[in-house]
């Protein structure tokens, strides 16, 4: 069984910084791609960016440049690094430990706020 515990959500201002982490449990962590999703009130939940286990990254066109995902598969963890904070940025983010289409696992979410 899997669990993801999330971190390091909070208040910030616009332009601001935060880092996010995904702790996850169990063994297939490493063979595993990580993402992170966020879901603002009223929206859809969307993509933000996702790391392949081999360390292959892509991010959602509204990110590049401003957020970097990152995984440490030594503890288990997964990273978004948040620079350039804007406040449509404000939502809860979720972190997902993608194994295949059926093996897939999510985060409780933590709540990110950027205030103008």
């Known amino acids: 069984q899997v669990q993801l515990v999330e971190s390091g959500g909070g208040l910030v201002q616009a332009g601001g910084s935060l880092r996010l982490s995904c702790a996850a449990s169990?063994?297939?962590?490493?063979?595993?791609?990580m993402a992170w999703y966020r879901q603002a009130p009223g929206k859809q939940r969307e993509l933000v960016a996702r790391?392949?286990?081999?360390?292959?990254?892509n991010y959602a066109n509204s990110v590049k440049g401003r957020f970097t995902i990152s995984r440490d598969n030594a503890k288990n963890t997964a990273y978004l690094q948040m620079n350039s904070l804007k406040p449509e940025d404000t939502a809860v983010y979720f972190c997902?430990?993608?194994?295949?289409?059926?093996?897939?696992?999510w985060g409780q979410g933590t709540q990110v706020t950027v205030s103008s």
């Open positions: 790391i392949s286990s081999g360390g292959n990254t």
């Open positions: 169990g063994s297939i962590f490493s063979i595993s791609a």
């Open positions: 997902n430990l993608d194994r295949s289409i059926t093996r897939q696992y």
